[in-house]
């Protein structure tokens, strides 16, 4: 019994350093897809502010040129933009991708944790009944020897 005891507080503590491997993970991706959904907030903010600037600039009157050079930034606002929005549900996909690890890892080791717990309840049981027995033995010899 000893052996499996031991065999199974190894896979716990294999499966330990496995969630929390997971868990140091996890924090990492949530950090990265915080910093890109910050990004994206900023470009979307510098996209209505350069907008702004248009529409203000048009209202004063502005050349053709000017006008240009200002659709094409905004264009290309536009596509970074864009970009970031794929960055970020990418940032998406691999959270919830960590957040599976972290609850496989998890679920293994509750598992294991029960198992653990039902092993020790049987090695209490068997030392209970072992002591019973031993005490039942000494009464009977006590009895036999009185009697």
């Avoid at 910050?38 to 248009?54: A, F, I, N, P, W």
């Avoid at 004063?60 to 596509?79: A, H, K, T």
């Avoid at 020790?120 to 039942?136: I, L, M, P, V, Y």
């Amino acid at each position: 019994m000893a052996s499996h005891s031991s065999a199974l507080d190894t896979l716990i503590d294999l499966e330990t350093s496995e969630r929390d491997n997971a868990a140091q993970q996890l924090g990492k991706l949530r950090q990265t897809r915080q910093q890109s959904q910050k990004q994206l907030d900023m470009l979307l903010e510098y996209r209505s502010e350069y907008r702004q600037r248009l529409d203000d600039a048009m209202k004063n009157g502005i050349s053709m040129n000017e006008l240009q050079n200002y659709q094409s930034f905004i264009v290309s606002l536009d596509q970074a933009i864009e970009q970031q929005r794929h960055s970020l549900n990418s940032c998406d996909s691999h959270v919830s991708q960590g957040v599976r690890d972290w609850q496989h890892h998890q679920q293994r080791l509750n598992s294991y944790d029960v198992l653990a717990t039902r092993r020790r309840e049987e090695a209490d049981e068997s030392a209970r009944k072992q002591e019973q027995h031993q005490s039942d033995e000494f009464a009977s010899r006590a009895v036999s020897q009185f009697g």
